[in-house]
């Protein structure tokens, strides 16, 4: 994979001139490429592209022209007025023509031919760049938003490549990079959580020109006071919640999470098991024994929600979150991340530096102003909220990113992942899922109301709660 770049300059790009703008996007689509190749061609042969690993996840090579084709459909068509090249082959790769379960059915590409198309698509979108004008009265092409959001689509899907790596069985095809992390744990503040006071805060934003539409428009939310975990919760933290009994206790569990639980038979995070008395995870394919201090991963949003009402909490509104996570009270202003408005490398665990999440505690140089550590990385963060547009929520550029799945059925998570790219996650990004699903790179950290009877109050098992 090419090293990491960084998102920086692109993030101030209002304050670029169009040209430097340009060779930055022309540079970030060669860096999203480079890991797309990193995740298929580079490291499979033509068996393990074409393969299903899981109904869940398509065959890698599906997702390999799937990215070609919404590159040429927003970059080429869309924003620079080319006829399309393959219109035959639209319907193969729209995401709603066709759930995953059946994309292994249809004709799709080779991976040769797919490699060929995605390869001529990206040479014609270098070849146009330069004459498509980012005319501030195209919503469009203003600021670079397409472009923006092409690179960001590709990050999105190589996460998801990464996901399937983690179904597949067999021989690794992923090997971890040999690097330290950039900033190890801290020492122990002595708190497993932190007060965030009343008050009204800035939610979502209307400043940023590659932001999505569910991430518009600003507005303002005013939270009663409430406490949230410093740390998201560990392995450590989640093992004594299943030793406890809480996987057999329905009183944890919501009434669709324990009927999950039941008809599914799941006791453990996804991946782990037990050998001769350890709890072992299978990670990229290779067995290991369950790293107690490392935030726990691949677990579904019901088996977070019961871990936090056996610890006695619950877990965050989605504005619980977001608040701890950008609100500075100093300077009544909420920042794009945690710890300011630029990203800076070595403040968040991100960009497949590695194939896991970090210790919790590490990172404190990109804790939030409320003194809240590892928001932005490591894990997505499951929160209580359904998913739903903002007040004022107008769809662009197209209502399937966002619109048809806002209601009940979704859950929000927040804050990406170790495998999440810095291009592609911010404080204001929001993601959503099934609360059944657990392949993905998701924990969660608690809260609790600061009002005595509010719901997640004091707890025996608070000692348990961000152990590790």
């Known amino acids: 994979m090419a090293p990491l770049s960084s998102p920086g300059p692109i993030a101030e790009h209002g304050e670029q001139d169009e040209d430097a703008l340009k060779d930055l996007i022309a540079a970030e689509l060669g860096t999203v490429r480079d890991r797309s190749f990193g995740l298929t061609t580079d490291v499979l042969d033509g068996t393990g592209l074409t393969s299903q690993v899981s109904p869940l996840m398509s065959p890698l090579v599906w997702d390999l022209a799937h990215v070609g084709n919404y590159e040429e459909l927003w970059l ?20 709603f023509e066709h759930p995953r379960a059946e994309r292994p059915s249809l004709p799709l590409l080779s991976p040769e031919e797919a490699r060929a198309y995605i390869g001529t698509v ?3 979108v ?4 330069p004459s498509v004008r980012f005319d501030t009265a195209n919503p469009l092409t203003s600021g670079g938003f397409v472009y923006g959001m092409v690179v960001q689509h590709e990050h999105m899907h190589d996460e998801t490549m990464l996901a399937t790596h983690q179904l597949r069985k067999g021989a690794p095809a992923l090997l971890d990079p040999a690097v330290e992390p ?12 932190v007060l965030v006071p009343a008050g009204p805060f800035e939610m979502g934003t209307s400043d940023d020109p590659w932001a999505y539409d569910n991430e518009r428009p600003v507005h303002r939310v005013d939270l009663p006071a409430y406490y949230i975990d410093v740390e998201p919760v560990s392995n ?6 299943m030793e406890a009994g809480g996987y057999d206790d329905p009183r944890w569990w919501a009434p669709a999470g324990w009927e999950w639980r039941t008809t599914t038979g799941k006791r453990a995070p996804a991946f782990w098991s037990k050998e001769e008395g350890q709890w072992v995870r299978r990670r990229f394919g290779r067995t290991e024994p369950v790293p107690p201090n490392e935030p726990v991963q691949h677990v579904c949003w019901y088996e977070a929600d019961a871990y936090a009402r056996w610890a006695g909490k619950r877990l965050p509104t989605e504005a ?7 609100w500075d009270p100093a300077t009544q202003h909420s920042r794009k991340f945690p710890w300011g408005e630029v990203y800076e490398e070595g403040r968040a665990n991100l960009g497949q530096r590695t194939l896991r999440p970090a210790d919790v505690g590490s990172y404190p140089s990109g804790a939030s102003a409320y003194g809240v550590r590892q928001l932005i990385g490591d894990v997505w963060e499951w929160t209580s909220s359904d998913f739903h547009g903002y007040p004022g929520f107008r769809s662009f550029p197209y209502k399937e990113y966002s619109e048809v799945f806002f209601g009940p059925d979704y859950k929000v998570l927040r804050g990406g992942s170790w495998a999440t790219h810095p291009l592609a ?16 790179f998701s924990g969660f950290r608690c809260a609790r109301s600061a009002v005595a009877g509010g719901r997640g109050g004091s707890s025996p098992h608070k000692a348990h709660v961000g152990e590790g």
């Not at 270098?126 to 760049?129: G, H, N, Y």
């Not at 996650?425 to 993905?440: A, L, T």
Request: hydrophobic share 45%; no cysteine; glycine share 4%.
């Open 236 to 241: 450590a933290a989640y093992t004594a919640f």
């Open 425 to 440: 996650i911010r404080g204001s990004f929001r993601n959503w899922d099934y609360p059944i699903r657990r392949q993905i």
């Open 182 to 193: 950039l900033q190890k744990p801290a020492a122990a503040s002595g708190a497993d959580e």
């Open 122 to 124: 990206r040479a014609k």
């Open 76 to 95: 080429l068509r869309a924003a620079a007025g080319i006829e399309p090249m393959r219109p035959e082959i639209d319907t193969l790769y729209d995401a």
């Open 126 to 129: 270098l070849d146009a760049l």
């Open 320 to 326: 619980e979150w977001e608040k701890a996570a950008r």
